[in-house]
């Protein structure tokens, strides 16, 4: 099972504290999201993922400000691709 980035725990605990400023409630937002996305992602996956046909591409990309993300499997059978732009 994944676990959550320690930053996502970090904003997650915060939030419970205090009350975060509109910016820091967006990122936890799409902090979120990305982590749902991810999970969601990893129920796609094959239970096995030791077969030599497997390959899984993970792509961070930052350009002023912006974020992209995008997750891509490939099997023989099937590529599955999710993508996250903040």
């Avoid at 996502?8 to 504290?17: E, F, K, N, V």
């Avoid at 999201?33 to 796609?44: A, I, T, V």
């Avoid at 030599?52 to 912006?66: A, N």
Wanted: charged fraction near 20%; aromatic fraction near 10%.
């Amino acid at each position: 099972m994944r676990q959550e980035a320690p930053e996502l725990q970090y904003m997650q605990a915060l939030s419970q504290r205090v009350k975060l400023a509109t910016k820091k409630q967006h990122a936890l937002q799409h902090a979120l999201q990305g982590y749902n996305g991810e999970c969601l992602f990893d129920c796609c996956l094959p239970p096995n993922l030791s077969q030599p046909e497997f390959c899984m591409d993970d792509v961070d990309l930052s350009y002023q400000g912006s974020h992209c993300q995008i997750f891509s499997h490939r099997t023989k059978k099937a590529t599955f691709s999710t993508y996250s732009i903040t």
